[in-house]
Nanobody, 123 residues
Framework: QVQLVESGGGLVQAGGSLRLSCAGS????????MGWFRQAPGKEREFVAA????????DYADSVKGRFTISRDNAKNTVYVQMDSLKPADTAVYYC????????????????WGQGTQVTVSS
């Protein structure tokens, strides 16, 4: 089992950047593939990015490809998402999640979730 805590959210102007962090507890953190999801008000939770347990493979939603970069540091039990060229459409609560499956893009495949961190992008 792993517990996840996100941080790094906030208010930023369009075109700006933020880096979200997700700290995991437990010695098995490095065995999980990790994902970032987001949920805007009135919308379903959607996939943002995922990274393999080793950090060697990543996947992105088309809407963030080229602007967001997911990474991880297993020595620190932390996964990151660097978000550049932010748009108002990126405004949402961002969640990190852990899975034993191979980088799925659907939320139901992830067993463990953080509490979320709010990202607001102003125009």
């Amino acid at each position: 089992q792993v517990q996840l805590v996100e941080s790094g959210g906030g208010l930023v102007q369009a075109g700006g950047s933020l880096r979200l962090s997700c700290a995991g507890s437990g010695r098995t953190f490095s065995s999980y593939d990790m994902g970032w999801f987001r949920q805007a008000p009135g919308k379903e939770r959607e996939f943002v990015a995922a990274i393999s347990w080793s950090g060697g493979t990543a996947d992105y939603a088309d809407s963030v490809k080229g602007r967001f970069t997911i990474s991880r540091d297993n020595a620190k039990n932390t996964v990151y998402v660097q978000m550049d060229s932010l748009k108002p459409a990126d405004t949402a609560v961002y969640y990190c999640a852990a899975t034993v499956k191979a980088m799925p893009t659907t939320s139901r495949e992830y067993a463990y979730w953080g509490q979320g961190t709010q990202v607001t992008v102003s125009s």
